[in-house]
DNA sequence: CAGTGAGCGAGCTTCCGCTTGACTT
């Protein structure tokens, strides 16, 4: 709708619509926020999203403007050598966006940065600030509920910029950037390509880890106790239950031992006074006080009282969803996100408890019409925040509107229906009366046949009034656990009061490991130790999935034997890193520089570089732990786990995990929980047939013929006995023959007539030149070798047909002539204005790529052959020849003393010594942190 | 994890926090 000029209101005071004749742009982060705000500010305002942020620093080389390609720094996007100064780009998704923005700006006469009062709110608006470059009056609007009259006040009441939260935003943001990307190219070279490391999901690997070591480490304890069902003598059923459950917890004065009295060792702790019934003891017991006389010693009564549960906030939303509708944190939040963009529900990524002075209102409003006065107390309740480093930007989650809509009014069906019934029950109960009643523990005495005194005892619990639970309980993760609205009602009974015993059995238990993470508890122990925030709990589960560091049995997160390794490295040489305190630290400084108290630089210099710690100890910095220090990690070590009590060494493959003993080896199941490798199952995987496949006999040798699967795929060998003990060794140790199979073959199909044809590998095809010329299969596919000359054949089936004849020709022509000049360029391009050299496109072993003659360059994502302009391969070959040039080499170093082989794993241990010139950052010139400029 | 023989255009992977559609399979 228009915004009719010309009566802006001159009494103004109640109008919703702007002073003056033009528009304010507003900009808030969300396209539903911007909706709801836009009819709350009416004409003169025009509200847009940023949707998040627009700005970050390059995700990947092809995100690098070309200016900064060949820069060191520019993989990180932080100049660490000057300052730590970000880069940032434009997200290419956003590159519209922005757009429209600035056209909506153009169109405005002022600007209003609306974005939520956080951290990242606040940098958010800083870089609007700085990609819009507004000519026109900017001012931060703000506000922590969206109602009418907030919204209309915050238009009204805007403030300037709070640089010193961006700053505290940057400082977070660059050290998460140096955390990822220079730890993790640690774990493709020690590990596996394409793992990741981060300050928050290296925690929250390391955290399911030491879970599953404490699971493999328990022992468990086995103990008894006895439960007995007792009845008064002489009650009326009439007036209720007369029996009731009890369990003894005494013997002559002495405590029974119960599951908490025992140490993760299975012995009973130390500081207990309590006696370990076996079983024996505990059915001696129940035989000796058949037929004893009971009576009741003590009856101790306590009031009760429950207060209502907070209203939702991510992380408890997420918990609750996951308890009571099975949802995970992703689902929780696609449901959620639904919601919350049709108007349901407010919200969802957020980690305040408090409600709207409105939503209050409608909350108590409910109370009295579904439930009474009675469950509605005199003042509304108010939540203290539990959450240590709340940045309480929004309210907590519940039903939108300034009257709750119930469940049937939403006309919702489906998982939308029962999250949002989950949300309003929960608003609504928290703000109803507690629940109150009695609890009552009743204590129960006998003396055995044996003269023993048996003490038992029963708990029960009465409510008396409902209050919240009426509307809302909350559930447990411990199926065993009883929920807060369980009554046990006893009956009546006084000290004194004589009991007979109906039955009394002895009941075995053992002590239980600590059960394993998951998804919601994974992400309440994150929360509690302010690692990570509303907006990427769901997706941190996401991430270590996706790594693979955890996989999901039924609810549980179990950690792979990957997840081992990669915790094993980063604690052992990047400890500081994943301390599980290092997060809260971080906050602490954080919260230092937003108030003005700290500057973030020499922080972050202390952190890179390294320096003096705080107890004036030498502090390693980050570049030195990926760089100078990198040989000291041992991929080897790194990835061993030896099972403790055994010789067998768990060794985390590139293939996945297998056991070795000795040199012996075998594949461990992928799904193999850590906690499941005992010594046994480790016997029992070496016992198992390894896999290999007996094809047969080869009849002309009488030996067995396998299939088996290796490091280099599948392949075929045949079984030699070994000699017999006594027959010594003069007999020369035979070989066996291995061939790989061939593409068209498959492990599961191979026959023993494949198998007798690969080993007759290789095959004399005949002789040239006074040498024997044989086809076979190498590393490199099947060839033809003569001497120490050899040359590639195009087909595995060569092997076995190609003749002399056609082999001659292949040794008459040049090598590496195999493919080269048959290629014809695939597309002919101009001159390169740089050289002046014609370029063309051609088709190579990585796909195409552009070339002078002197320098390729790979065609990136997003290039295709047919669209390539003359402009874009200059660029490309500029870029080839801006890194580091291939051919002469700096000699600075001492020279190579031999001469580097091309093998892989040389390379990787002398990788990373880098040339540590210029590491030194010069004096600042200026003290003023970048963003602080106005 | 079986063990033989080239010579070549590499380039990319990855973090945490804000937010949604627009894409293809």
Known sequence: MPATKGSAGKNGSKDSGRQGAGTALVIVESPAKAKTIAGYLGRGYVVESSIGHIRDMPNKAAEIPAKYKGEPWARLGVNVERDFEPLYVVNTDKKSHVRKLKELMAEADELLLATDEDREGEAIAWHLLEELKPKIPVRRMVFNEITKEAIQRAAHNTRDLNTRLVSAQETRRILDRLYGYEVSPVLWKKVMPKLSAGRVQSVATRLVVERERERMAFTPAEYWDVKALFEVVGADAADGPTAFPAALVAVDGTRVAVGRDF???????????????DEAAARGLTERLEGADFSVSSVERKPYRRSPYAPFRTTTLQQEASRKLGLSAKQTMQVAQRLYENGYITYMRTDSTTLSESALGAARNQVRSLYGADYLPDKPRVYAKKVKNAQEAHEAIRPAGDTFRTPSQTGLSGPEKRLYELIWKRTVASQMKDAVGE?????????SSAGETAEFNATGKVITFHGFLKAYVEGSDDPAADLDDRERRLPPVAEGDPLTVRSM?????STRPPARYTEASLVKELEEREIGRPSTYASIIGTILDREYVFKKGTALVPSFLAFAVVQLLERHFGNLVDYEFTARMEDVLDAIARGEAEGLPWLRRFYFGGEGSEGERETGLKELVSD???EIDPKEISSLPLPGTDIVLRVGRYGPYLDRDGTRVNVPDDLAPDELTKEKAEELFAQPSGDRELGTDPATGRTVVAKSGRFGPYVTEIIEEPEEGEGRKAKAVKPRTSSLLKSMSLDTVTLEDALKLLSLPRVVGELDGEEVTA??????????KGTDSRSLETEEQMFTVTLEEAEKLFAQPKQRGRRTAAPPLRELGEDPATGAKMVIKDGRFGPY???GEVN????????VEKITDERAAELLAERRAKAPAKKKAPAKKPAAKKTTAKKTTAKKTAAKKTAAAEKAPARKTGTPRSAED
């Open 263 to 277: 140490t993760s060792g299975g012995t009973v702790r130390s500081d207990r006074a309590v006696r370990q019934l």
């Open 776 to 785: 076979q299969n190498g590393r490199f596919g099947p060839y033809l070798k």
């Open 629 to 631: 220090n990198l040989s």
């Open 857 to 864: 360059a790979s065609l990136r994502k997003g290039d295709e």
């Open 439 to 447: 609890s009552v523990t009743v204590k129960l005495r006998g003396t």
């Open 850 to 852: 552009v070339t002078d």
């Open 505 to 509: 059995e002895a009941e075995g238990h």
